[in-house]
């Protein structure tokens, strides 16, 4: 079974809110969330069973969900998606609001709010699904547009926490390693395989005929290869005897800018990248740090540096 086709699928990104028996809030990201009918105004959301949001709408039969706008960053989806709200307040820090009949919900990133009574529940495995008869609905901010699942991957690099209804376990985190930079070995190694023509360059590789009056790089050059006159007497070389910047003498022609490194300019030196994952939530942290300092904290879950293992 090939279960990227489930990823055909389209989702948003919602916090799902109510209040527990004892009068705490509560909150979870949920990506399966929709409207079932119009008449009457009736809604879905799909929740992990194992969340402490879950256990308080079981108990207090009301909840709200909000539409996050774009505006949403990961520290914002990283509290409410990969934190619990049995051991920490995930409101704490943000500005609250309440819908009619006083569910709380976070005001930044909202574009819309739908609060809702449980009419039934569905045991589909994992997750429950809450369907809800609408009590209230509210349009916060609809200047920016509502974030969608492809978003969150996209734009925000985030990725899918283990309870969520979308995850699937065998496959690689979406916050994927970003390609590490040649070191400056591999680029020095790189420039001795290459030949210096004149001060006119070619590359074989990018076009059939090297010179094209196109100052580019020399790797290969067939043996019959002549440069082409234009260049003349500045270029003309072959792979039999190609010449290096020290031979190159003469005024260069203005189709093209001198290209003789300046041995007076300091080359750009190029800093290797390291790469931590999160082993709670899987977010991959960039740095030139050999090392995650002390007080480093995941974006995604508020791990601490322990929790990070290097990956390369």
């Known amino acids: 079974m090939n279960t990227k086709a489930l990823r055909q699928f389209g989702y948003g990104v919602y916090i799902v809110s109510a209040f527990d028996a004892a009068g705490r809030p509560m909150g979870c990201v949920v990506n399966t969330g929709m409207q079932l009918t119009s008449d009457p105004y ?39 998606g990969f934190q619990t709200s049995a051991e920490i307040n995930k409101f704490e820090g943000y500005e609250i609001a309440y819908t009619e009949h006083g569910l709380p919900y976070v005001t930044k990133a909202a574009g819309a709010v739908v609060e809702c009574e449980v009419l039934t529940t569905v045991d589909v495995g994992t997750h429950e699904v809450i369907i809800g008869n609408v009590t209230d609905a509210l349009v916060v901010d609809t200047s920016y547009e509502p974030m969608t699942y492809s978003y969150y991957h996209t734009v925000l690099r985030g990725i899918t926490p283990p309870k969520a209804s979308a995850f699937i376990a065998d496959e690689p985190p979406v916050a994927a390693v970003p390609e590490v930079k040649k070191s400056i070995e591999a680029e020095e190694a790189e420039e001795s395989a290459e030949s210096l023509v004149g001060a006119h360059f070619a590359s074989s590789a990018q076009s059939e005929k090297p010179c094209n009056g196109a100052p580019t790089l020399v790797v290969d050059i067939e043996a019959d290869y002549e440069c082409d006159p234009v260049f003349e007497p500045v270029c003309s070389v072959s792979k039999a005897a190609p010449v290096t910047s020290a031979e190159v003498t003469g005024e260069l022609p203005e189709i093209f800018p001198a290209l003789i490194p300046d041995p007076a300019v300091e080359p750009e030196v190029l800093l290797i990248k390291h790469h931590f994952r999160c ?4 977010y991959v942290v960039e740095t030139e740090a050999e090392v995650l300092p002390a007080d480093f904290r995941c974006p995604m879950c508020g791990a601490g540096a322990d929790r990070f293992t290097r990956i390369d």
């Open 42 to 80: 009736r809604v879905m959301v799909a929740i992990n069973r194992g969340n402490a949001t879950y256990a308080a709408i079981k108990e207090t039969r009301r909840f709200a969900v909000t539409c996050l706008t774009q505006t949403a960053d990961i520290q914002l989806v990283g509290t409410f």
């Open 279 to 282: 082993q709670l939530c899987g």
